[in-house]
Each structure stands twice: as structure tokens, then as C-alpha cells.
């Protein structure tokens, strides 16, 4: 059972037709639906990362695309502000993975990451709200996967939280031929640990490669 925590999910793409969906909910309006919900949503986009990310990993359209996970049992978590960048997101994060753990998550899976109100100094795995929450999430049997960040080429360069976690697994991103990609954020945590742990092909690679998931934009 998989906890996915993004910015919303929009589950009338046809890739999540066999989507077997047990629970959602949005940590933003407090409510049910984790698909764009007014004006505001629908011109920033709200569910679009989202949508995309959980089709990569559990969409199904046969000949077209097989997600890793797509037999798994899903639990979908709109957390994620798009139109500003804000504390109260890792509140949503933390709570998020509150309510997954409580019903039942093997894993939790997210392609976020926070760093504008920390240092690189906090990201030493004790410091920032997701940072702990995972922790505590990992010590009562969820396998916490998240993004290492897409702080690569910029000023912080570094991973972000709760990538910097030392019970998460965290993961950069890879072009097609296996090279680093530019905006990968990279290790080590402030204290030395080495990370990402493992590096995959980034979103924006895949969907290059899939008309289906491409389209959807």
C-alpha cells in the first residue's frame, strides 16, 4: 500500500482507469477530492505534478505504459501549495504521513522538497519538520522514498528535506544515458552522509520517451 504525497491528482486520465485507490485527501482544503477544485487550481496548475509523477509510477495503459506499481493499493495526499512556497506545506507533508501511516502505508513516496527557510547546516537529519516526521514514519514500518531535490544548478545546490533523513531513501535523478542530471540536487548531508542513495531517470526524461504521459500537458 502506497502513500503518494504531491500537489494533487487528476484521476480522470485514462492511465489510472485500473487505479485501485482505497483513500484521498487534501491537506490544503481539507476535504476529499485531490484534483483541482476552483479557478485559482485549474490556472496554476495545481494537479498537474501530481498526475504526472503518480502515472509514472502506478498508470497503466496497456502498450503504451506500465507503471512500476500499478497493482499496488494507493493512498493519494494533496499537500502541496504550487502557487507559493510556504512552512505550512511540511505541516501538510507531516500530517499527510500521519494519516498514511494510520491507514495502513507500506510506503510513502514523494517528489518534494523543502529548503527555503533552513540552512544547509539543518540538513544534518534531526533538523527540518519532514526530516523528523519521516524518521518517526520509518520507525513504525513505513519505507519513506522521496526526490533528493531539483537544487542542482542553483545557489543551494544541495539536497533538500526531507532528503537529507538518515531513515529515507532518497533519490536523484539520471538523463537516459545514465549521466547525473543538471538540476539533481546533490550530497553529502551537512553532517557527511552520502546521498542520494540511488539515482533513477528524472520525470522529465520519461515523459519525453511517453506520448501517453506527454500528452497529458
Sequence with gaps: RILYIDTGFDLTHEVF????????????????????ENEQEVNDGQDYHGTLCLSVLGGF???????PAFKSEFLLAKTEIVAEEIQAEEDNYVAALEWGEENG??????????????????????TA??????????????LCVNSAGNSGSDE????????????????????????????SSKG??????????VCAMGVSTFCARSNTISEYR
Excluded at 495503459?61 to 507503471?67: A, D, F, H, N, T
Design 17 to 36: 482507469d485500473s487505479l485501485n485507490l482505497i483513500y484521498q485527501y487534501d491537506f490544503i482544503n481539507n476535504d476529499l477530492n485531490t484534483a483541482n
Design 61 to 67: 495503459k496497456e502498450g503504451s505504459l506500465i507503471g
Design 105 to 126: 502505508a507500506d510506503i510513502s513516496v514523494a517528489s518534494l522538497g523543502y529548503y527555503d527557510w533552513y540552512e544547509y547546516e539543518d540538513m544534518d537529519g534531526n
Design 129 to 142: 519538520v519532514t526530516t523528523v516526521a519521516v524518521d518517526i514514519a520509518s520507525s513504525l514500518g513505513v
Design 156 to 183: 543551494w545546490n544541495y539536497i533538500n528535506a526531507p532528503a537529507d533523513a538518515d531513515s529515507i531513501i532518497s533519490v536523484g535523478a539520471v538523463t537516459d544515458q545514465g549521466v547525473i542530471a543538471y538540476f
Design 188 to 197: 553529502p548531508t551537512y553532517d557527511g552522509r552520502i546521498k542520494p542513495e
